[in-house]
């Protein structure tokens, strides 16, 4: 052939090669971006495989922020009030087995028309201690039976090491509630937001919603398919819209399939039983998810 046709071919060839390049680029996965550790979505819900045996034995949380010390050990009133009537099988406030934790055993229902957070229903026990827990009896799974039965069980002042002005025996304890969804499978069971508010804060596994009426409760949500959530930073959401599913997601490495939900005081109070309560403390939900569950039992909705 001829320099000059060679030479007319030339750019023809050069403009083939990019077209050949950008259609590579398409085939390739995007590159990972810097920072936050977050597992892969799932296309499918699904049982946990073997992969996901959790690292931590269901003993999830992050660093908590500094608090103020908590003032004593709790008194308890000499009479406290009846909790609401239920349908539902749940044990008592603070009721933590002897070995578990100290419990902190207070009535007050500090959201009172809070959304429960789980679109279905849901079964509120101990990761730790529950059957495929670190804590848990020996050669049991976390997706056993009796992990997904009633009744509830409170987990807040669970022995943890994390800081908790309200428990007893030094301030520390979990810091929130742990709540299995209605099947151990991951990425089917949608959380929801517990009030209208705004999203203010998604981390490697958390994500946290300040309710926009007064006054002001703080929620953190963790362990939801990170990859996959139904909103983002900033964004303005109404009671019951969906967050996220429910999973195991531990910032990179896996914790049982369970939303471990948490209430912050957006103003300064006082427990039933005299305990002070300062801004952004955690407080206890127990009471709060059992009053929310009922009202859904009861036919209530947040959409």
């Given at each position: 052939?001829?320099k000059s046709s060679l030479l007319a071919l030339a750019p023809l060839a050069l403009?083939?090669?990019?077209?050949?390049?950008?259609?590579?680029?398409?085939?390739?996965?995007?590159?990972?971006?810097?920072?936050?550790?977050?597992?892969?979505?799932?296309?499918?819900?699904?049982?946990?495989?073997?992969?996901?045996?959790?690292?931590?034995?269901?003993?999830?949380?992050?660093?908590?922020?500094?608090?103020?010390?908590?003032?004593?050990?709790?008194?308890?009133?000499?009479?406290?009030?009846?909790?609401?009537?239920?349908?539902?099988?749940?044990?008592?406030?603070?009721?933590?087995?002897?070995?578990?934790?100290?419990?902190?055993?207070?009535?007050?229902?500090?959201?009172?028309?809070?959304?429960?957070?789980?679109?279905?229903?849901?079964?509120?026990?101990?990761?730790?201690?529950?059957?495929?827990?670190?804590?848990?009896?020996?050669?049991?799974?976390?997706?056993?039976?009796?992990?997904?039965?009633?009744?509830?069980?409170?987990?807040?002042?669970?022995?943890?090491?994390?800081?908790?002005?309200?428990?007893?025996?030094?301030?520390?304890?979990?810091?929130?509630?742990?709540?299995?969804?209605?099947?151990?499978?991951?990425?089917?069971?949608?959380?929801?937001?517990?009030?209208?508010?705004?999203?203010?804060?998604?981390?490697?596994?958390?994500?946290?919603?300040?309710?926009?009426?007064?006054?002001?409760?703080?929620?953190?949500?963790?362990?939801?398919?990170?990859?996959?959530?139904?909103?983002?930073?900033?964004?303005?959401?109404?009671?019951?819209?969906?967050?996220?599913?429910?999973?195991?997601?531990?910032?990179?490495?896996?914790?049982?399939?369970?939303?471990?939900?948490?209430?912050?005081?957006?103003?300064?109070?006082?427990?039933?039983?005299?305990?002070?309560?300062?801004?952004?403390?955690?407080?206890?939900?127990?009471?709060?998810?059992?009053?929310?569950?009922?009202?859904?039992?009861?036919?209530?909705?947040?959409?």
């Open positions: 052939m001829p403009m083939a090669a990019l077209a050949l390049s950008a259609c590579d680029d398409k085939t390739k996965p995007p590159a990972p971006l810097a920072g936050e550790v977050k597992t892969p979505a799932s296309p499918e819900p699904s049982a946990p495989k073997p992969e996901d045996a959790p690292s931590d034995g269901g003993a999830e949380q992050t660093p908590s922020e500094p608090i103020p010390p908590a003032p004593g050990p709790p008194v308890q009133p000499d009479t406290p009030p009846s909790p609401s009537p239920a349908t539902f099988d749940h044990g008592a406030p603070g009721a933590i087995p002897a070995g578990q934790g100290h419990g902190y055993l207070d009535r007050t229902v500090w959201a009172p028309a809070m959304c429960w957070p789980l679109k279905d229903a849901a079964f509120a026990n101990s990761q730790v201690y529950g059957h495929g827990g670190g804590m848990g009896p020996g050669g049991t799974a976390q997706c056993d039976t009796v992990n997904y039965s009633l009744p509830w069980r409170d987990t807040f002042c669970e022995a943890r090491s994390r800081d908790n002005p309200l428990c007893a025996g030094g301030g520390t304890g979990h810091q929130g509630q742990d709540i299995r969804p209605g099947s151990c499978k991951k990425n089917l069971h949608w959380a929801v937001a517990a009030e209208k508010g705004v999203v203010t804060d998604i981390g490697s596994y958390s994500v946290t919603l300040v309710s926009s009426a007064a006054p002001h409760r703080t929620y953190r949500y963790l362990h939801m398919q990170m990859a996959a959530l139904a909103v983002k930073e900033g964004d303005t959401v109404v009671a019951g819209q969906k967050l996220g599913r429910v999973a195991n997601d531990f910032g990179g490495t896996p914790t049982t399939i369970h939303l471990h939900f948490e209430m912050r005081a957006g103003v300064s109070g006082v427990t039933t039983d005299g305990k002070a309560v300062v801004l952004h403390t955690f407080l206890p939900p127990y009471m709060s998810l059992a009053e929310a569950y009922q009202r859904k039992l009861n036919g209530g909705s947040c959409s």
